[in-house]
């Protein structure tokens, strides 16, 4: 008995030994492709142009008609849209080369261009564009959050390369829409499932765009190289090698090594890291135009925040300037309106509110809040002027933005109590109206500035509901519900521009700094430029210096 | 024999229930409904109407007791539901990540048995000799160091600094050396000192002094008798560890980029991915207990005076 587990057991034993070894050895031959890769294997590869960097999460199922797991930026090297969103808000022909609206502004006829084929040969024509469609629309309710779905009403082929949509009531943003990276854009017969429809999965990536997936390793790598058959201008580099990195300070190390030829996005490395990369002077460093706002969401139905006075008073009583270059490090940038004036009908002249601590106090005192003496905080009708700021914890900037308002606003007789959230739940706390103070942030191009007047007006965002303190709340729904269906540019200038100013002088919203997107290049890496669009990929025209 | 592996088997059976009830029971309690954690995941947002699809779903809107039967009827199938991450089958996704973790965590303990075993030994065999004061240190070093920090050390000083290995990734067996190192070191830490401590109990034990007034050769006491003791404990460590170190990579993994079980809980529970979070639970308990097992049997076959029963009358 004994001697049959002894020998079982070291049968186990030499299993485990065996199955290391094994999978070790395994390891090897699947060895991730890195970014010296080409510099010494071959004659053939010492030519070729290719450049890796790394993403925090795998890029994803690549279908361009579902959201997560699938990453933006991955999405639009392998998809187009029918329009391309470009610098300052400029709409301009991608698949399709023209379009036109009819005067009642419900009908879009597009006409497609005609040289596009997709990545495996396939024609691009108006019956794959309402395939695409037609795929999207079969589950509305997933996309509900985009404008143009909920007022789309049908889709037509007219002829082989004309498409024509119609909506159920004129919404003026429809073409901007069309230029997100999703859901609305086009994926090859070869790609959609039996059954047509793609929110289950699709068959395999196949698009029109420039870069197609070559090799992929879930969590680990994705390789893109040029797409044979791309209509455009192709690039210039033959491929983009994306390693999956979820550690900000290994990305870092990497990078320093020379593994990453790049660190692009949104807070993919740390303030710190940025700079000391910076510092070294051993590789480039770029700073985007703001791509979002960092603002407070003041919650007017609460009593002490209804006060015009006091929303005033708080956003005089901090300084944005010093927080922007202490927290931030000056990545950031002092924010005076809502939206930054890089979007469309945002370019309107406002007074913004200064840091005057002084007249801060003179606003709360106006406002019946007296600082009684020997006290700290301001009081009225005997309650104390106290609030409470929620954030999310695993931010460290709001958390130090939030620390740092606590101590200006005790300085004005404001007791500032600060809750650190998880995400999920400072979310459920926003909407259900469960906060007096808030971070908030609006959604940047292609989606501002129509996205953000419809949370204003529209409930199920906390948003709206922050707002409906404001005496003109329903004047301002009004103005948001015109503008948005507005087939007159000017009159649509006129109402976004009052609506702004009401908003900015209602100090609902205060903006603190302008999100900026970083990015940090080995040297040999050239012709970088940041795309307009908050969510494509930055690969149009990068170079390298062999 | 094989009616006491029967025996210890089955008891998993009330400890997985438990297991899942209490998941269940925190689910419940969380103030995170699933079904809008689901559509936060996946980036849609969460109307009404959607919600209320969702729930129906996901079965949210059936009785307690039903959700939990359900649960445990699914699970007993290995069915764990989908990710709302992913969107793909938690099974699958756990299967196709377990290797690597696997792989981690073996790497791991061996490297740390290799090490330990002779430094331990050496340490005890010469107490306060330079040797010992080596094994001290290093002791203290790696169960003072947080991992975390440990893993960019080494990635600063082997990778950028001396550039001899890779900082990340799972490409090559070089890629599994700074890894290995890092979750090895705590290991060392606990085996060295544990080891050192029981080979010098043992040392004062009569047998080792009638041993040698038998004139048996000191190496042959001290390997054949003394070491077979005094490793008990450590085999015990290690099988509480590999429970440990299969469920626990996470900061290692995530550090060094390596595609294995940890990051994907991670990411699980930053996104309240339930389904995930559920199958982790259930695979761990499960773990714990078989490695539990196996630590039983190991220590059944190094010393056989512990009888099945835990009696040694037998």
């Not at chain 1, 000056?330 to 005057?356: C, H, M, R, W």
């Not at chain 1, 933005?401 to 459920?428: D, F």
């Amino acid at each position: 008995m004994i001697r049959t587990t002894k020998k079982t057991l070291l049968s186990i034993a030499a299993t485990i030994f065996l199955v290391s070894t094994v999978l070790m050895a395994c390891t090897k031959q699947e060895a991730a492709p890195s970014a010296s890769s080409g510099t010494t294997e071959n004659a053939a590869v010492v030519t070729e142009k290719a450049i890796t960097l790394s993403w925090p999460r795998d890029i994803g199922t690549m279908n361009p008609h579902t959201y997560n797991p699938s990453q933006l930026f991955a999405q639009s090297m392998i998809y187009e849209p029918l329009v391309s969103y470009k610098a300052g808000g400029k709409l301009e022909p991608m698949l399709a080369e023209s379009w036109t609206i009819s005067e009642d502004g419900k009908e879009y006829t597009f006409k497609l261009r005609q040289n596009v084929k997709f990545s495996d040969g396939t024609a691009f024509n108006a019956a794959i564009v309402k395939k695409n469609f037609d795929a999207v629309m079969k589950n509305p309710s997933l996309h509900s959050w985009l404008g143009v779905i909920n007022v789309l009403d049908k889709t037509e082929v007219v002829d082989e390369y004309t498409f024509k949509m119609t909506l159920k009531q004129a919404y003026y943003p429809a073409i901007q829409d069309l230029s997100l990276v999703r859901p609305v854009r086009f994926l090859g017969e070869a790609g959609f499932p039996d059954d047509g429809d793609t929110s289950k999965g699709i068959k395999e990536p196949v698009g029109t765009g420039p870069w197609m997936l070559a090799e992929y390793k879930k969590d680990e790598y994705a390789v893109f190289t040029r797409n044979p058959n791309y209509w455009g201008e192709s690039p210039k580099i033959d491929k983009i090698t994306v390693k999956i990195i979820p550690d900000a300070e290994t990305r870092v190390l990497a990078f320093e090594k020379g593994e990453l030829d790049l660190i692009y996005g949104e807070g993919v490395i740390s303030m710190d890291a940025f700079n000391s990369l910076k510092e070294s002077g051993k590789y480039a460093t770029q700073l985007s135009e703001p791509v979002g706002t960092r603002s407070l969401l003041l919650n007017t139905t609460n009593d002490k925040l209804s006060d015009l006075r006091v929303r005033l008073a708080l956003q005089a009583g901090f300084n944005k300037q010093a927080m922007v270059e202490g927290i931030t490090l000056g990545l950031e940038e002092k924010a005076d309106t809502i939206l930054s004036k890089n979007f469309p009908y945002t370019n309107i002249d406002v007074q913004p509110v200064e840091y005057n601590t002084d007249k801060a106090a003179a606003y709360l005192d106006e406002a019946g809040w007296k600082l009684p003496s020997g006290k700290a905080v301001r009081e009225k009708d005997g309650q104390a002027l106290e609030l409470e700021l929620i954030f999310d914890k695993t931010d460290p900037i709001q958390k130090a933005m939030a620390e740092t308002m606590q101590a200006e606003w005790s300085a004005i007789g404001v007791k500032l109590n600060i809750t650190g959230l998880e995400l999920t739940t400072q979310i459920q706390r926003r909407k259900a109206g469960e906060f007096d103070l808030d971070f908030w942030y609006n959604y940047g191009a292609p989606y501002d500035p129509h996205s953000f007047i419809n949370v204003v007006a529209e409930k199920g965002w906390g948003v709206s509901e922050a707002n409906s303190g404001l005496p003109m709340k329903q004047e301002l729904d009004q103005q948001i519900h015109e503008a948005l269906a507005s087939t007159d540019e000017t009159k649509r200038q006129q109402l976004y521009s009052t609506i702004l100013l009401t908003l900015q002088e209602q100090s609902a919203i205060v903006p603190i700094s302008y999100i900026k997107k970083t990015v940090v290049l080995q040297n040999k890496v050239t012709d970088f430029a940041f795309p307009a669009n908050r969510d494509e990929n930055p690969f149009e025209g990068i170079n390298i210096n062999q | 024999m094989i009616s006491y592996i029967g025996r210890r088997l089955l008891a998993i059976v009330p400890i997985i229930l438990f297991a899942i009830l209490i998941t269940f029971v925190l689910i419940q309690v969380s103030p995170v409904d699933p079904a809008e954690a689901y559509l936060t995941a996946a980036h849609i947002h969460p109307t009404e109407e959607l919600l209320a699809e969702k729930r129906h779903e996901f079965g949210l809107d059936q009785p307690l007791l039903v959700q939990y039967g359900r649960t445990v009827v699914k699970m007993a199938q290995l069915d764990f539901g989908t990710s709302y991450m992913t969107n793909e089958p938690v099974w699958e996704d756990v299967v196709s990540k377990m290797p690597a973790t696997v792989q981690l965590a073996v790497s791991s303990i061996l490297f740390a048995m290799l090490v330990s075993i002779p430094l331990g030994f050496l340490s005890a065999i010469y107490k306060n000799s330079p040797i010992d004061h080596f094994s001290r240190g290093l002791s203290y070093f790696g169960a003072s160091i947080p991992q975390f920090w440990l893993g960019y050390l080494l990635m600063f000083f082997f990778a950028v600094k001396l550039d001899l290995l890779p900082v990340e990734g799972k490409g090559s067996w070089e890629n599994l050396v700074l890894p290995t190192l890092t979750l090895s070191l705590a290991l060392i830490a606990i085996y060295t000192r544990l080891l050192r401590a029981s080979v010098l109990e043992q040392l004062q034990e009569s047998y080792v002094l009638y041993a040698r007034t038998r004139g048996i050769k000191q190496r042959i006491i001290m390997v054949k008798h003394v070491l077979k003791i005094a490793i008990s404990p450590v085999i015990t460590g290690l099988g509480m560890n590999f429970g440990k170190l299969l469920t626990g990579t996470i900061i290692v993994e995530q550090v060094f980029s390596w595609p294995g079980f940890g990051r994907y809980f991670v990411d699980a529970i930053f996104n309240r991915d339930i389904p995930v979070i559920q199958c982790y639970v259930f695979l761990a308990a499960c773990l714990f207990i078989i490695c539990n097992l196996i630590v039983d049997l190991v220590q059944l076959y190094m010393d056989p005076r512990i009888s099945l029963k835990g009696r040694t009358d037998q």
